[in-house]
């Protein structure tokens, strides 16, 4: 598998709709962002790897790193969440608004990692 619409293909239609969805939101929230696969999961890719998302029997997991973690843990509250990822239960809403919110937080860390402030 070489791309993400490959990954997404290889779904249920109920899945790939969600998927999709996720892959919209993430690509206007970052509209310079390369996709790729890595790590056998869709990647977005801009200086550095942004955001990865999989799907899985009864979630899809998005992996922002941990430091969108720690800042969004009050609206991650509701979520099954780790050190760098959390999911969104397959029977729920993709949750749009907070996707683009640590997108654009991404987008952040790494220009000022990178000094492009």
Known sequence: M???DQYIQQ????????LAELRNVILNAAPEAIEK??????????KENLIYFAAYK??????????P???FKEELKNYKNSKGAFQIPLNQEVPVELIKKI???????????????
Do not use: C
Not at 11 to 18: M, S
Not at 38 to 43: D, G
Not at 103 to 117: T, W
């Open 103 to 117: 997108v654009e937080f991404r987008i952040e860390q790494v220009k000022n990692k990178k000094g492009l402030n």
């Open 58 to 67: 009864n979630h899809i997991g998005i992996y922002p790193t941990s430091k």
């Open 69 to 71: 973690i720690i800042h």
């Open 2 to 4: 070489d791309t993400i």
């Open 37 to 46: 696969i890595s790590y056998k999961m869709p990647a977005f890719h801009w």
């Open 11 to 18: 779904f249920p239609n109920d899945i790939r709709e969600k």
